[in-house]
């Protein structure tokens, strides 16, 4: 089955900083890949996800590049603020298929 | 208010019993999940429908059971046999079956043992 690694666990950033998150996939037919961001004390809400026909999917501050060859994908934020702190799971799967493949996610902390 | 409610928000559950948590869902999606996240791990997939009636096994199924008689709810039993039941719960559901759709998750059942 898929195996999805995320790095860092945790990474501090001043707030205005750029800060990045990377994901590493084994199964070369997974072609979904969404990032989650999960509040403290709230649910997980979808943030942004990139398919495999695109090598990168902007959406405001948020973008998400992916690697097919070197089957990676990261999560880019720019210009940080403290309403980014949160932890984030990048997964990946198959359309189609039933299951997503989660990381074991990433604690942001922005720094005022 | 749309949106997909699970309860109890937190659960204690004592030595060979049985427990129940809730999930109803108002936004007439046909597939719903449930995950178990351990701290640390990512989300493990413990059971899906993706239709009334309907369910099959995730990655973690077993001491857990699950039915799926009404398209708005999805309750999960865990049962004596799961040696290791405290984790956080999430319950999510999906307008349609298939990894490619958007999650909406509900806002958990933290799951205790006593």
């Known amino acids: 089955g898929e195996n999805v690694e995320q790095h860092p666990s945790t990474l501090s950033v001043q707030e205005g900083d750029s800060a990045v998150i990377k994901c590493t996939y084994s199964d070369s037919a997974s072609n979904y890949f969404p990032w989650y961001k999960q509040e403290l004390g709230k649910r997980p809400q979808l943030i942004i996800d990139?398919?495999?026909?695109?090598g990168e999917k902007k959406d405001q501050r948020i973008a998400v590049t992916l690697n097919k060859t070197a089957k990676h994908f990261s999560l880019h934020i720019t210009e940080t603020q403290p309403e980014d702190s949160a932890v984030y799971f990048c997964a990946g799967g198959q359309t189609g298929a039933n299951n997503l493949f989660f990381g074991t996610g990433t604690r942001l902390t922005v720094i005022p | 208010d749309g949106g997909i409610t699970q309860s109890p928000k937190y659960l204690f559950r004592k030595e060979g019993q049985n427990v129940t948590l809730s999930c109803e869902q108002n936004?007439?999606?046909?597939?719903m999940y449930w995950y178990r996240q351990d701290p640390g791990q990512g989300l493990r997939l413990i059971y899906y429908s993706q239709i009334v009636n309907d369910f099959q096994k995730g990655d973690i199924a077993e001491g857990y059971s699950v039915s799926r008689e009404k398209k708005e709810s999805f309750p999960l039993t865990v049962t004596s046999a799961q040696k290791n039941p405290t984790a956080f719960y999430l319950c999510?559901?999906?307008?349609?079956?298939?990894?490619?759709?958007?999650?909406?998750f509900g806002s958990g059942t933290q799951l205790s043992v006593l």
């Open positions: 936004l007439n999606h046909d597939a």
């Open positions: 990139i398919r495999s026909n695109v």
């Open positions: 999510a559901s999906s307008i349609r079956p298939g990894s490619g759709e958007k999650l909406f």
